[in-house]
Structure formats: C-alpha cells, structure tokens
C-alpha cells in the first residue's frame, strides 16, 4: 500500500476526524518530488488542447478568467504579479503526478478526480471562494498564504466570471511553504495569495450532485429500456372538446410508464461504467505497432503491465470496469484483473489465458501498456 501523505496522521485518524469534517494542516506532507515542473512545463501543458487550463488575473480589482489552450506568447503578455495559470489533470500527463494522486487510494478511486497544478506569482490567487468537493492543496516551491473561514454566509459575487464571495471573513491563516499541504472539507470558504512564485498542486475530488446522477442514471436507463405495449384504446367515446386530453389518455401513458423499473444491479452497472468514463477531452492511443495476441501474452510474462495514465479502472462484486465499459472478462480472471485496478500495474509474471485475454483486449484499446520491465 502507498504511504499517505498525511504526516504523523494515519489514513484511519484522518478518516475519523478530519474527512469531509475539519480542516487540516500537515506541514512537510511531501518531501520526496521527482518531478517538478518549471513555469514553461506549465504553459507547454496549458497549450495542449487535450488539457483544460485556465488563467485568471486580477486587474484593478476586478478578476479576468480565460480558458485554454493558450499560445506561449500570451503568457509574455503578463506582469510580475496577480495572475494564476491552472492545468488540470496533470496525472494524466506525468507519471509522479499520477503517483501522488494515487498515493491518496484511503480514498476510493471512485471518488479521486485529479491533480491539477496552479502557477502564482506574488499576489496571484483565485480569490476567496468555496469549493463544493473535499480538497487538498499541496504548496511546490514559493510560498503562500492561506486563510480560511468556517463562515456560512456563501453568497457569491454577481456577474463575476468565477466563484468569488462577496464577503469573506477569515478566521485562520498559515503561509504554506514547498512540502506543506492544507485538507479543507466541502464548501469551506478560502483563500491564498502567493508570497513568492509557486504551485499549488490541488488533489481534488468527485461529489455529484443528485440532479447530475439523476440525469446521467436516466441516460443510461433509456439505453436500455424495453417496455411492452402499444396505445391502445377500444372504448374511446366521442369527445365534447376534441382538444382535450383526456384524463383517460393521461392514466393509460401512465400505466405504460409505471413499467420503467430498476433495482440495485442496474445502479451497481450504471456506477461502474459512469465513474470510469473519461471526461470528453481524453483520447485513448492504440499502440502503433499492435503485438500480436501471442506476442503480447510473452512480453507481459517478461515485462508485466501498466494502466495509461489516463485510464480508470474500477470493480464492485459483480463486474470490472474500465474507461466508461465493463470488460468482458471470465471470473477466473478477476484476482488479477482487481490488483490491476488497485495498483495499477501488474508485476511480470505468468497469467492464466482468462487474465492475458482481458489484458490483450485494454492493450489494444490503449488502455494499458507494456510496462518498462
Ligand atoms: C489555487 O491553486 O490557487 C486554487 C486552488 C483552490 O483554491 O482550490
Ligand atoms: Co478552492
């Protein structure tokens, strides 16, 4: 199991008395990066068109928000201060970004969203706002002051282009230097401005609301509805206003309606496949030079396998999931099939036909890759 980067605090002490409840200061969180980006690794993600980035910069108190992918000479453009540039999903992108995200599994997967990576110089910040998901916000290099509000007076300013508040009102503050990261729960109000020019790498996470489950569980119910039956009306009698409808035409769609059922199987399918599907700007590579299915069962028992960075892998008691489907696998497969999905890597070895199946049919999707060996 990776070690969480919770301090002296164990996953179980954290779970107990700060998730979703407090808010938490770990000095030193991280002390090992091997990884860590300069400015122009920054701007050459946030030029990608396949990576959501953002740029928000405050002039004459007023805050500007523009949306990516930027071209390098826009951030020439910029001062020496008040301004931000944030990329999400860096684990996507870097294998260390993927690691740290996933050193923070006391979490389920089902629940991790992504790592993204903010630039300040001094003075640059996103305003004192509120998010509506748990985070955690990791400081790389510079430093930066945080303060935060336990406050419930959330009104957010009008007409502005993100979320500020209208009035903030801090209780606590602390400047956060490289290493040091800050847990807030949901909906607790915020607030950091650069010190001296650094990143605040954010592990944030998913918290759908009902209204976007409801809407996302009915997509997927009207894929597969069957009903029986066809408007039918054998006793229809001569309307008085032919424009009308009838209250017996009303019960009768109701009945037909009343058919649409579901129960745990269907939410238990519907969960895997909709927390593992890929938000719309992440495409998956087939391998270019695709090994044959012989070939490819050789090289894993040499080499072992990797998840892309970009996949989700997921399982519940009945199915495995992988980006957005359930994959056809034979049960005898699934011990290796769930190690997969909880370390996202296989180490080399030799695996039953069942596991090599399964395994062949991600990597020729792109899913996962040889690994280096
Ligand atoms: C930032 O990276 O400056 C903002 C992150 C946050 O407040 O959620
Ligand atoms: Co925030």
Redesign the pocket.
């Known amino acids: 199991m990776p070690n969480p980067p919770l301090g002296n605090l164990t996953a179980e002490q954290f779970l107990a008395d700060y998730w979703q409840k407090k808010p938490l200061l770990i000095r030193q969180a991280v002390t090992r990066f091997d990884w860590l980006p300069e400015l122009a690794d920054l701007i050459a993600l946030a030029g990608d068109e396949e990576v959501e980035s953002r740029l928000i910069e405050q002039r004459k108190g007023k805050w500007l928000c523009e949306s990516g992918p930027f071209k390098p000479a826009r951030f020439k453009k910029l001062g020496d201060s008040d301004w931000t540039v944030l990329v999400q999903n860096v684990n996507h992108h870097q294998r260390f970004a993927a690691e740290l995200l996933y050193r923070f599994d006391f979490i389920p997967h089902v629940r991790l969203d992504d790592l993204m990576i903010s630039y300040a110089p001094p003075g640059g910040g ?1 305003g004192p ?1 509120f ?1 509506s998901y748990d ?1 955690f916000l990791l400081q790389v290099g510079g430093s930066k002051r945080w303060q935060i509000s336990g406050q419930t007076d959330l009104t957010l300013v009008d007409g502005a282009p993100l979320k500020i508040l209208e009035r903030f009102e801090p209780e606590q503050e602390w400047v956060l230097e490289h290493g040091d990261m800050l847990y807030l729960p949901p909906k607790y109000a ?1 607030n950091g401005v650069a010190i001296e020019a650094g990143q605040t790498w954010s592990i944030g996470f998913r918290a759908p609301t009902a209204t976007e489950l409801g809407g996302a569980f009915l997509d997927y119910l009207r894929d597969r509805i069957d009903l029986d039956g066809l408007y039918a009306d054998p006793d229809l009698q001569r309307p008085a206003d032919p424009a009308r409808v009838p209250d017996d035409f009303i019960r009768r769609v109701a009945g037909m309606l009343a058919q649409i059922r579901w129960d745990e199987a269907e939410v238990r399918d519907f969960v895997g496949r909709y927390f593992s599907e890929p938000k719309s700007h992440v495409f998956y590579d087939s391998p270019d030079e695709l090994l044959t299915e012989k070939a490819f069962a050789k090289a894993v028992t040499k080499q072992g396998v990797a998840l892309d960075l970009k996949s989700v892998m997921l399982f519940d008691s009945e199915r495995v999931y992988i980006n957005g489907d359930a994959l056809d696998a034979d049960t005898a497969a699934f011990p290796a099939l769930h190690q997969l999905a909880n370390q996202r890597s296989l180490p080399a070895a030799s695996y039953p036909p069942a596991v090599l199946d399964a395994l062949f049919a991600c990597y020729e999707y792109g899913y996962l890759h040889l690994a280096e060996g």
């Open positions: 996103v706002h998010d985070v915020h």
